[in-house]
């Protein structure tokens, strides 16, 4: 099920109760700001490979379709830029 008409802090909640399932990320989802850098070591550290099973995610959850490593550095910064760009394709 798609969650395209959710937005606000709905769809921000829901990024990262995601984001907890699917990268198996130790934290609760409320730990996660909605600017909090996404990759780096001063964010939550992720990984490559966390950013594929990422994009995978959002396509499955949100129909959120990134087309290349370009446009997915700009969209996977934090929670609130991934929930930016849900909200301009809903």
Do not use: W
């Amino acid at each position: 099920m798609k969650n395209n008409d959710m937005q606000g802090e709905e769809l921000r909640q829901r990024i990262k109760e995601v984001m907890v399932e699917e990268l198996m990320l130790e934290m609760e989802p409320a730990e996660i700001g909605d600017t909090t850098p996404i990759f780096g070591g001063d964010g939550l550290g992720l990984d490559s490979v966390d950013a594929l099973q990422l994009v995978v995610a959002l396509e499955k959850y949100f129909g959120l379709k990134i087309g290349n490593a370009g446009e997915a550095k700009g969209i996977l910064e934090s929670v609130e830029t991934i929930a930016q760009e849900i909200e301009k394709s809903a």
